[in-house]
């Protein structure tokens, strides 16, 4: 199997006007969601990004505070999966919980050194 980044942006703009008990089911949609990756072996990690972040640029030499894209745009989270082709890897990220919060996910083959 080869390995796939899903790279998830958005939904933050969503999250904030849901209730907890909104916010809780979510997040065991979630968790239902990567233990049945997990289960199936193609689970090998992933978490939510903070929104704060620093860009390294010109050499080394200059820091820029970031994020600053748009929150549809913002990095939220990533995943680590297997799948056996990239074709695979988008079927299962069509499942992604984050759709719930209008996010997008990008997918991405990890090129082997």
Known sequence: MK????I???GDDESGHRSPEEMQKHMQHW???MSG???EGKFVGGQP???EGKTIVEGGSRVIDRPL????????GYLLIH?????DATNISKDCPG???NCSVEVREISPM
């Open 3 to 6: 390995e796939f980044l899903l």
């Open 8 to 10: 998830i942006r958005g």
């Open 31 to 33: 968790q239902r969601w």
């Open 37 to 39: 990756l997990a289960e």
């Open 49 to 51: 990004l903070k929104s």
């Open 69 to 76: 894209a748009e929150g549809k745009e913002l990095v939220g």
């Open 83 to 87: 799948a056996d082709s990239l074709e």
């Open 99 to 101: 759709f719930e919060y």
